[in-house]
């Protein structure tokens, strides 16, 4: 049976946030080890080019970025290994990380960056025009459709900011809403209602996409399943999804602290959670601003917090 591993610092999760993590800490002599998760580089390598992250004049193709910001951190000492933490356990020090269901990590510090997981209708026509057309960040995607047609699936505050942001750049934006009510903060229902550039088409639901090379429309049905059904196809040319995001923190719900939606809690102004010497980086505690550059950002400041936490505790 393989030997526990000792670790100084145990970065598991490879978005940004990782990454920077990765280099932080390396650079400050913590030898970290980082395993990469189920989605290596993280969301950002699903997404086209990335023209919003400073220093890319020219925009970069968050698979190359993401191949960079490893390459940035290998070139300092990090470890960086394919892997999957499947579970923890912080009764005792140093903390015990299992990693794909058999090696055991001890670690002195942990900064967790496992990111989110935007939600998916299931359609397979998701999958069909991945990147040809849909997509699941306005932020990212949203200037590759000036001036056209996009609709943004639901009705919380993700999808009226998505909406909110693409009517300035689309010439019409749809938001499709399953129920008859908008479940989003009232300034900002106020703002999708008040924006001549969104149209908002209640009790509706999307079942499929169509187009040649791309998406070029939706398949919709209206009052599904009523007396009142209706099927119609509406031309678009971008189809967003604003359903939620999934914090990627299943492995830690019995042993730190989350918030209501499972994203990981961190105490005002730094990256500690409640566990001390246990930290956390990116997306998988900010269901705020989301972008990859507060992602890289909270990852350096999460391993300067480690470094602190290691120099002050003598490990
Ligand atoms: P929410 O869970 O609030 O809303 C999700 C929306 O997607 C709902 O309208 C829901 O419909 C719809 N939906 C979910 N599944 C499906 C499906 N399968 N088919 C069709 N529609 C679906 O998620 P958000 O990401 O909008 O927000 C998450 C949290 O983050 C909220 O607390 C929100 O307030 C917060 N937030 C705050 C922001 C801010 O303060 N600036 C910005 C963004 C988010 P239904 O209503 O029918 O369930």
Not at 107 to 134: C, F, Q
Not at 149 to 159: E, F, L, P, Q, R
Not at 233 to 252: C, R, S, V, W
């Amino acid at each position: 049976m393989e030997q526990n591993e000792r670790i100084r610092c145990l970065i598991i999760g490879s978005g940004p946030a990782g990454y920077t993590a990765a280099i932080y800490a390396s650079r400050a002599n913590l030898s970290p080890v980082l395993y990469e998760g189920m989605q290596p580089g993280g969301q950002l390598t699903t997404t086209s080019d990335v023209e919003n992250f400073p220093g890319y004049p020219e925009g970069i193709s968050g698979f190359d970025m993401m191949e960079d910001l490893k390459k940035q951190a290998e070139r300092f000492g990090a470890n960086i290994r394919r892997g999957i933490a499947t579970a923890v356990d912080f009764s005792q020090k140093p903390y015990r990380i299992t990693i794909d269901g058999e090696k055991i990590i001890e670690a002195d510090a942990l900064i967790i960056s496992t990111g989110a997981s935007a939600k998916y209708l299931g359609l397979p026509d998701e999958v069909k025009y991945a990147g040809m057309g849909v997509s699941a960040c306005a932020t990212c995607d949203g200037f590759f459709y000036r001036k056209k047609i996009v609709a943004v699936v639901g009705g919380g505050d993700t999808a009226c900011e998505e909406a909110e942001y693409l009517s300035h750049l689309a010439s019409k934006v749809y938001l499709i809403v399953r129920k008859n009510f908008l479940r989003a903060s009232n300034i900002m229902q106020r703002r999708v209602n008040e924006n001549p550039n969104i149209e908002i088409l209640f009790e509706t639901q999307a079942e499929g996409l169509f187009g040649e090379n791309g998406v070029e429309g939706v398949h919709l049905v209206k009052g599904k399943d009523t007396a009142h059904e209706e099927r119609y196809d509406l031309p678009i040319d971008g189809f967003f999804l604003a359903i939620g995001h999934k914090p990627n923190t299943d492995i830690f719900k019995h042993s730190i602290t989350l918030d209501e939606n499972g994203y990981i809690v961190t105490a005002p102004h730094t990256t500690e959670t409640n566990i001390e010497g246990v930290f956390a980086a990116g997306d998988v505690a900010d269901p705020r601003y989301r972008q990859a550059i507060t992602a890289a950002a909270s990852g350096c400041k999460a391993a300067m917090d480690a470094e602190r936490y290691l120099i002050n505790n003598s490990l």
